[in-house]
């Protein structure tokens, strides 16, 4: 399939997100402060400017994330709201020790799955900057979809760049004059906690730096309940 070019992408992913505000009495947006939620949030604002950003603020970010989420919200002026676990990682490491090297998902459980799901219930619209082309786990990704939190209130979870590749999202940064986390000028492509996150080892792979030899292709806020 041919794709269209970009500005009608562009179009296209504004129209969706206008129509899904127009739609919503509680939209929210998650962000990564990765290219694409920053490429997404700069779209929403421009319809919406006081959308909640939810960022999952985990405590093993890098440094350079956290300065730069900082420097984003102050720039644009967003209505961020940090969720965190209830137990600090100190809390957390003095229980169980060192998750993130022994138990990943049960680190992720804790402190991104469940803090996400419990500021997930406050919404009814949740927008996300996923890509199809991101992993194997996202090929078949739909901008409009259903999720069913655990305590079986069902959201619409819309990703309006689920078709853009990672060379159109630099593309809008660039085109709109958005800098970007310095982390990529190092060689990542993709960036999470700081314990998880290396270096790509596949060019053909832009999440294959995440939990390395760990087994684990996805944090699990994108997976719903049964
Ligand atoms: S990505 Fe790593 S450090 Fe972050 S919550 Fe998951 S296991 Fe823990």
């Known amino acids: 399939m041919i794709e269209p070019p970009i500005d009608v992408k562009t179009q296209t992913a ?41 960022f999952l603020e985990t405590g093993y970010h890098f440094p350079e994330t956290l300065a730069y989420r900082d420097k984003i919200t102050a720039q644009w002026k967003l ?11 100190a809390g957390q490491e003095a229980q169980f020790g060192i998750l ?19 500021g997930l219930a406050h919404y009814d619209t949740w927008f996300t900057a996923l890509r199809r082309e991101q992993s194997p786990t996202r090929a078949n990704l739909q901008e409009v979809e259903s999720f069913k939190l655990p305590s079986g209130k069902t959201l619409k979870k819309i990703s309006p760049l689920a078709r853009w590749t990672v060379k159109e999202i630099w593309g809008y940064l660039h085109r709109h004059g958005i800098e970007h986390l310095s ?11 700081k314990p998880c996150t290396a270096l790509p080892v596949s060019a053909d792979d832009q999440r294959s730096g995440r939990w390395q030899g760990k087994g684990k292709l996805e944090c699990g806020i994108h997976i719903q309940a049964e």
């Open 100 to 118: 993130n090297q022994t138990a990943p998902d049960k680190c992720c459980r804790l402190r991104k799955v469940e803090p996400l799901f419990s």
């Open 79 to 89: 209505k961020l709201i940090n969720l965190e676990a209830k137990q600090s990682v």
């Open 183 to 193: 982390l990529y000028d190092q060689g990542y492509t993709s960036i999470g906690c």
């Open 14 to 54: 504004s129209a969706l997100i206008a129509d899904l505000l127009r739609q919503s009495g509680a939209p929210c947006v998650t962000s990564s402060f990765q290219h694409e939620c920053v490429a997404l949030v700069h779209m929403i604002i421009q319809q919406r400017p006081d959308i909640p950003v939810l």
